[in-house]
């Protein structure tokens, strides 16, 4: 149990476009999750807490306009990096969890790569 | 807010061997600390936690001990294997679930040698 999936797996785009990643709780609800993010060799750097219904709350630092958050269902948040650049490249990593008291699963991550 | 720090952020160890990775927290009200494992390009997997009600928790080969008085935690895996070699990961949280979020550490790069 408590499976999240993230799509795609990883992208390619040219610097300018947007691209949207996929987050699912497949087998439980929640209202709450995480987007991380995580550049080669560093730790998970959190950078937005998606809450179901409502606006997410973003990490300081993060820009909530170039990294739209949507989370319209009890199953599913979006992540849509806009105008993508270079430094934008990087693994972004879903997490939820299954309820109170439960541990955070993450996703399969998402592999973007901007040219 | 919460800040993690671990140590060491590499480790190699023959197989066989103990390996320890330790972790401080600076966050009073910190009560959840889960350990992760991510091997290469794959997403961080739950080894173990530890609730501040305990002090010590073992799970096999994975133990994990708890000084709340000191604000810090480890991990012990004993009988090293290959397999074994990956990144590992401790956090912090005030509670675990819901949308309590996690801080994480830096990480452990562990390498098990044969």
């Known amino acids: 149990g408590a499976v999240v999936s993230q799509h795609p797996s990883w992208v390619i785009c040219k610097s300018g476009t947007s691209v949207k990643i996929e987050c699912r709780s497949l087998?439980?609800?929640?209202?709450?999750m995480f987007w991380y993010r995580q550049f080669p060799k560093q730790s998970l750097m959190l950078m937005a807490t998606?809450?179901?219904?409502?606006?997410?709350?973003?990490e300081q630092g993060v820009e909530k306009d170039k990294f739209l958050i949507n989370h319209a269902s009890l199953t599913l948040s979006t992540l849509t990096v806009t105008s993508a650049h270079p430094e934008d490249s990087s693994f972004y990593i879903c997490?939820?969890?299954?309820?109170?008291?439960?541990?955070?699963?993450f996703g399969n991550g998402t592999r973007l790569t901007v040219t | 807010g919460e800040n993690v720090e671990q140590h060491p952020s590499t480790l190699s160890v023959q197989e066989g061997d103990s390996a320890v990775i330790k972790c401080t927290y600076s966050?009073?009200?910190?009560?959840?600390f889960p350990w992760y494992k991510q091997e290469l390009g794959k997403r961080p997997q739950l080894i173990i936690d530890i609730r501040s009600n305990v002090g010590e928790k073992k799970d096999q080969r994975i133990a994990v001990t708890l000084n709340k008085t000191a604000k810090h935690f480890s991990l012990h895996i004993t009988e090293t294997q290959p397999e074994d070699s990956a990144v590992y990961f401790c956090?912090?949280?005030?509670?675990?679930?819901?949308?309590?979020?996690?801080?994480f550490g830096t990480g452990t790069q562990l390498k098990v040698e044969l």
């Open positions: 998606s809450n179901e219904g409502s606006k997410a709350t973003y």
């Open positions: 087998d439980f609800q929640a209202t709450t």
């Open positions: 997490s939820a969890s299954p309820g109170s008291n439960s541990p955070l699963h």
């Open positions: 966050d009073s009200a910190s009560n959840y």
């Open positions: 956090a912090a949280s005030i509670r675990a679930g819901g949308g309590n979020k996690l801080t």
